[in-house]
């Protein structure tokens, strides 16, 4: 399909603004594993303090790359199934806003006045352009999003008989839950957090601000992974060489998704102590359930590559996973994909874990948290990025994509790296290691009274996984860039790989109907929510003053 030149722009713009920052991201995460094994016994690095890396990582590969990618992402697939443009001026905001705001961001976290991770939990006070910068990159993907609304709208007048096309109900779905859940965020930063950051107010209710951003927070985690849902759905049965199981079932996961990924928050704050048992666990029965369209997802998408093998002539129960193209330069997409859905069977399972409360207590603010959460977001949301960010690229700019072989090998020595480097954190988190802690400077310190020789031999799993990873996006970023510079051979085209049905399933309404779905998700909101903000009323403690990392007094003003 031929698009303008300025929405093409768009596009590789929104790819490649965050591809550039994912280089800072990645050396942030290398430098982590390193603090982590005790190969470094201090707290700054190249005029770069520990914290700060650490929340320029989280901020850039987690919160940046994801908005910008679900919104370029969101501009292909939209585009491609309803066969036209979002309007320009749409576009043209959304993407400004999402520069400056990053910007503003990387201004406040680069000039060390932001170092608050990018869960930015008060009493830690950032600078008031990371707040501003923040709210700005949400806003814009939300102008992107009333961009696709207009268009749906004249594409369903046009055409009020055709089913909607699951990419397009994957792209609504996942920006509907977007829209509802920076709501929260957005009241957190522009009333609570931006306000005490300028100074206007003294104090701020940490536990309302950190309830506030866990209604943002894991709702965040399923904007992460719907655009890889929507490539499993769409794309991966053909780039395999076979057909989609089930379309419905598809449809079904992703409406799933849509009324249970908000109500889960609390899953996060089962140590909190201003919120009562019983919400906890009604948000820990709900959390069980947003599991279901995942595994929902895990017997399609497995039916679907048995069925590409079995075309393939393989025998026997499992040998279909023999046959599937592994290796195959044209098919490279595969790989990718492949790869981040072995990653989230792991990741999926150590994420049952968390939600299941006396477990939670035991792994809670421990290494395996992020030992779980690379397998998830670092796991299917990162490969199905880098994968769909070079694939696109290579449409859209007309190249042919260089270093191909090293393109190959990526996802698989991504994979490799990850399962050690969650292995060697999982590993720790059990023996107690801490997370979110520089330990060369205490528990991996010989020299220090701390010292915890038990951790060694995690830690250097973990250092010897971030390293392989390391490797892996390395070779990423000179396919990456040499492709981008290459010159252009081929007509520019939006293209993508459709998956056709294998089964002309029965027509469910239910299936095709947006506001029953939203009623429903309303109502969980309602009843998962109101009773964890009046424990908060009920319970909460004096209001905190702001604190900086630097110092365990809070700042004087
Ligand atoms: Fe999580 C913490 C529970 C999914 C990310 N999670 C986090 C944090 C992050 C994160 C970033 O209940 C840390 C936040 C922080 O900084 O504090 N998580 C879950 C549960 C799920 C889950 C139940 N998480 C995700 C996803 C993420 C993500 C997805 C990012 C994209 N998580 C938690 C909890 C906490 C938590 C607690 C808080 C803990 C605490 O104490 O702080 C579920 O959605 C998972 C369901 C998934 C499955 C897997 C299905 C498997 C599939 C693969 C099939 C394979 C095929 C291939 C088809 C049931 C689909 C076959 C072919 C071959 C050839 C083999």
């Known amino acids: 399909m031929q698009i303008s030149k300025s929405f093409k722009r768009t596009i ?46 989280g901020v850039i590969n987690a919160i940046v790359l994801t908005t910008f990618f679900g919104v370029a992402f969101g501009h ?55 707040y501003l910068g923040a709210a700005l990159l949400v806003v814009g993907s939300w102008v992107a999003f009333w961009g696709w609304i207009k268009m749906y709208r004249t594409w369903r007048k046009e055409n009020a008989e055709a089913k909607i096309p699951l990419a397009v109900l994957g792209t609504i779905i996942n920006f509907t839950i977007w829209s509802i859940c920076t709501l929260a965020v957005a009241y957190e ?78 899953h996060h704050q089962f140590s909190e102590p201003g919120i009562s048992p019983s919400t906890k666990l009604f948000h820990s029965i709900l959390t069980f359930g947003v599991a279901i369209p995942s595994f929902i997802t895990a017997f399609t998408i497995s039916a679907s590559l048995e069925y590409a093998g079995r075309k393939r002539n393989a025998k026997g129960l499992f040998g ?17 994909l492949i790869c981040g859905l072995i990653l989230f069977i792991f990741g999926g399972f150590t994420g049952i874990v968390n939600s299941s409360y006396a477990l939670n207590n035991v792994v809670h603010n421990t290494s395996w948290m992020p030992g779980h ?25 007309g190249k042919k994509m260089r270093f191909q072989s090293y393109a190959v090998m990526v996802p698989y020595l991504w994979m490799i790296g990850i399962l050690l480097f969650s292995t060697g954190l999982m590993w720790g988190g059990l023996m107690g290691e801490p997370r979110r802690t520089n330990l060369g400077m205490s528990y991996l310190n010989p020299d220090s009274p701390l010292f915890r020789p038990d951790w060694v031999p995690s830690t250097l799993l973990a250092l010897l996984g971030g390293i392989i990873m390391t490797a892996a996006a390395l070779l990423y970023f000179i396919s990456f860039f040499a492709t981008l510079f290459a010159k252009k051979t081929t007509n520019e085209m ?34 998962a929510y109101i009773p964890a903000l009046l424990d908060i009323k009920k319970y909460v403690g004096p209001s905190a003053p702001p604190y900086l990392p630097t110092n365990p007094l809070p700042v004087k003003k």
């Open 494 to 527: 939006l293209e993508l790989p459709v998956a056709e049905p294998l089964h002309q399933e029965s027509h469910v309404s239910i299936l095709h109907k947006f506001t029953p779905w939203l009623l429903v998700m309303v109502i969980v909101i309602i009843l």
């Open 76 to 130: 292909a697939t939209m585009a491609f199934y309803l066969k036209r443009e979002p309007n320009k001026s749409t576009v043209a905001i959304s993407m400004w806003l999402m520069i400056i705001g990053t910007i503003l961001a990387a201004i406040a976290m680069l000039s060390g006045n932001a170092s608050v991770l990018y869960t930015f939990y008060p009493p830690l006070k950032a600078h008031p352009f990371f």
């Open 189 to 266: 930063i522009l009333v609570l957090l931006l306000p005490w950051s300028l100074g206007w107010t003294k104090t701020v209710n940490v536990t309302l601000a950190r309830t506030l951003f866990w209604f943002f927070g894991h709702a965040l985690v399923y904007f992460w992974l719907l655009p890889a849902y929507i490539m499993y759905y769409t794309i991966l049965p053909k780039v395999a060489g076979g057909k989609l199981f089930s379309e419905n079932a598809g449809r079904l996961a992703f409406f799933l998704f849509l009324i249970l990924s908000v109500p889960v928050g609390v």
């Open 373 to 397: 959460f690379h397998m998830t977001v670092a796991g299917p949301v990162f490969l199905a990025i880098l994968g769909m960010s070079l694939y696109l690229i290579t449409k859209l700019g």
């Open 320 to 336: 279909w996973m023999k046959k599937l193209p592994y290796w195959d330069k044209k098919n490279f997409l595969f790989g990718y």
């Open 12 to 57: 590789i713009i929104e790819l490649i603004v965050p591809v550039i920052l994912l280089v800072l991201g990645i050396y942030h995460g290398l430098m982590q594993v390193i603090y982590r094994a005790g190969l470094l016994h201090k707290s700054s690095t190249a005029h770069l303090d520990y914290y700060q890396g650490l929340t320029l990582h």
